[in-house]
């Protein structure tokens, strides 16, 4: 993919491949190319050149709301949950495309199960809980679509490391419950700890890719990502 802003070339011939069941991340220094990378495939910044395919479909001109019923949703960075809107309503938008009354349910009940604090909150004004129940409300939100594939952009960004760690080990049970996830994380060492594989980006290329473990022993991604020497 070529991505642009305007005149600026931020996405400089990135090519990665999710495969179905994996846990993929995209780790780089901020203004790497990472969140672009995400806004490309999901048609909010759609590539000027390259193809995105998506279950044996080509889907680069899909408009971003389109991405929805193709399967495709996403917890941005900053959470952008609806403020005013009660945690149930919220839920409720993230499968504001559907008709399927059960389902629906069960994907409500599902998030509950994940997110039991949501369920505890659930009639009360988003905007007015922590950073932290923010966060579980927009991975929630994104769970409503059922995706098959779902981006998550720095979902730890602003917490506290006891919350980081429970946010992580959800973001593993939503994988082992069958959803393909594609992650943009800042904190390249949880990371790479539940991810198959992952790519590096500078400068809005890929310089480097590989499985997770094998990254996290690599002496140059060590230094400048994870702060050793």
Do not use: C, W
């Not at 759609?46 to 408009?63: A, L, S």
């Not at 069958?178 to 980006?201: D, H, K, M, P, S």
């Amino acid at each position: 993919m070529h991505s642009y802003y305007g005149n600026i070339h931020a996405l400089r011939g990135v090519s990665l491949t999710v495969e179905e069941g994996e846990v993929v991340t995209l780790i780089g220094s901020n203004g790497a190319g990472k969140t672009t990378t995400l806004r490309s495939i999901n048609g909010v910044l759609p590539p000027r050149q390259g193809k995105i395919i998506f279950d044996g479909e080509e889907i680069q001109e899909v408009p971003a709301h389109g991405m929805i019923k193709k399967g495709i949703a996403q917890s941005p960075e900053g959470r952008k949950i609806f403020s005013r809107m009660t945690v149930r309503e919220n839920l409720e938008m993230g499968a504001y495309h559907r008709n399927d009354r059960d389902g629906i349910r069960r994907d409500m009940d599902r998030v509950f199960e994940l997110f039991p604090r949501l369920q505890e909150r659930i009639k009360q004004e988003a905007g007015t809980m922590s950073g932290g129940e923010q966060q579980m409300l927009a991975i929630g939100r994104a769970l409503m679509s059922s995706p098959k594939l779902l981006l998550l952009d720095e979902p730890s960004m602003g917490l506290a490391p006891v919350l980081v760690e429970r946010i992580f080990d959800i973001i593993e049970e939503i994988n082992k419950q069958g959803t393909t996830i594609l992650l943009v994380e800042q904190n390249a060492n949880v990371a790479l700890e539940i991810a198959t594989r992952g790519y590096v980006l500078e400068s809005g290329s890929i310089v480097n890719s590989a499985p997770a473990e094998k990254l996290r022993q690599d002496p140059k991604v060590r230094e400048a990502y994870l702060g050793e020497m």
